[in-house]
């Protein structure tokens, strides 16, 4: 079971951004693995990822169309960057690619 | 870095400026819509409705000068916004618009980020990022702006702007049906930017029609999946019949996306038809030449438009076209509902 963490954002905020990060969730999930999602919309940061949960998390998953607010705050992390379409067409094969990544 | 990647994240800061740009346009535009709407295009400066108008403007006025600033903070962080904003200004002043913004936005956003990789003494550190880069970015960027950039940029800018707004005819009914098509393709992803971008663009250089077709498009695709499965129930799955719903009321609000899980279940069958009614929407309503000058989305924009009667006819056609499109695709080609179900 793997620790994954994620911040998801589009350019508007309004949906794209919501429905990446419900999908990385349901497919986390599936998979059997732990998952906590920062969304950065037009309300700004929500569901903030502590300096704990970005600690203990094996590896980052940035779902987002735009720029990665405070961005330093994952400095060192194993990540995986990708557009919010993609999670949304096919949120399993994200999920795979980042558990992946722990082990490479 | 490979040269994809470095596209992806070009993009990435241009769609970070268009994100903290697009509540400016949406306090302005509106702002400005209301005091004209209520106050009459002749509104008077002093009066009521024309102070409402005034505050519109000077929001409209923020979209270089946001668009430059956020496009700089998202290259290099903090130290791009104080060159950002004050360089951004000198874009507006000089009468770039968008594209001026965007350009100092680049231009300060890499050379800021630039400056802050130079190596310089332990002790000169807080002196380097509290004057040194705040003040090198805005005079060389400033300057080369004023004195070598900004002239003919706007020479570009202006005929771009009167190509566009000299658009009659035949053209702008292709440009919106283009861009509604383009809308409707991936419903938020990389295709419906590049057109969202496109309009948003156009608005701040006060073309309306391309913005007009754009923010028309955003809720045609979810209306035409309603209004499908309000037609043949029996195409549908329960789930999809609740989605359609769902969609609907979405798109009222201006989200498109809730026609996507039908596009993902049926792509050929479902894209194809939402670009087509997308685009009868867009182009018929550039026919009729109706525009509106808010930055809201299709059916919140409806009291603005310039003739809301047509407007609505441009709606209703396209959607209806479109829903009957896709019903009569899955009907005709054998769409197995339950197969779906299975998935």
């Keep these: 079971m793997a620790k994954i963490i994620a911040v998801t954002g589009c350019i508007a905020g309004i949906a794209h951004t919501y429905m990446a990060a419900a999908n990385l969730k349901k497919f986390a999930k599936k998979n059997g693995d732990d998952i906590k999602v920062e969304t950065q919309g037009a309300m700004g940061i929500e569901n903030r990822l502590t300096p704990d949960d970005i600690k203990n998390a094996d590896v980052v998953i940035f779902a987002v169309d735009t720029t990665v607010s405070e961005k330093e705050r994952f400095e060192g992390k194993k990540t995986l960057e990708v557009g919010t379409s993609e999670v949304i067409k096919d949120g399993e094969s994200v999920i795979k690619k980042a558990t992946d990544l722990i082990n490479s | ?343």
């Design chain 2, 1 to 343: 870095m490979s040269f994809k990647s470095e596209m992806r994240e070009l993009g990435n800061h241009l769609q970070t400026g268009v994100s903290y740009m697009i509540p400016v346009v949406t306090a302005g535009g509106l702002l400005m819509s209301i005091g004209t709407l209520v106050g009459g295009t002749n509104v008077a400066a002093n009066s009521f409705w024309g102070q409402v108008k005034n505050l519109g403007l000077i929001g409209l006025q923020f979209i270089p000068i946001v668009i430059a600033a956020y496009i700089a903070f998202s290259i290099a962080d903090r130290p791009g916004l104080a060159p950002g904003f004050i360089v951004g200004v000198v874009a507006q002043k000089m009468g770039t618009g968008f594209i001026g913004g965007i350009v100092v936005g680049l231009l300060v956003g890499y050379l800021t980020k630039w400056l802050k990789k130079v190596p310089v003494p332990q002790k000169l550190v807080t002196v380097k990022a509290l004057l040194f880069i705040p003040l090198i970015v805005t005079a060389v960027i400033g300057l080369l702006y004023i004195y070598i950039i900004g002239t003919p940029l706007k020479a570009v800018v202006d005929g771009l702007t009167g190509w566009l707004q000299g658009m009659k005819g035949a053209n702008s009914v292709l440009l919106a049906a283009i861009l509604g098509a383009m809308m409707a393709f991936d419903m938020g992803g990389p295709v419906n930017k590049v057109a969202y971008t496109f309009g948003m663009g156009c608005y701040a250089q006060g073309v309306y029609a391309p913005s007009t077709a754009m923010l028309l498009a955003i809720a045609i695709p979810p209306f035409i999946m309603f209004v499908a499965t309000l037609f043949d129930k029996s195409l549908y799955s329960k789930e999809e019949i609740e989605n359609g719903r769902t969609a609907a009321i979405m798109g009222i609000f201006g989200i498109t996306e809730g026609a996507i899980p039908f596009a993902l279940a049926d792509p050929l069958r479902v894209i194809p038809s939402i670009m087509v009614g997308t685009a009868v929407s867009c182009a018929l309503n550039a026919a009729f030449g109706v525009t509106q000058k808010t930055a809201l989305t299709t059916l919140m924009a409806l009291p603005f438009a310039s003739n809301i009667i047509l407007y609505i006819v441009s709606i209703v056609v396209g959607v209806l076209v479109g829903a009957v499109m896709v019903n009569a695709l899955k009907k005709f080609t054998h769409h197995n509902v339950d197969q779906d179900a299975l998935k």
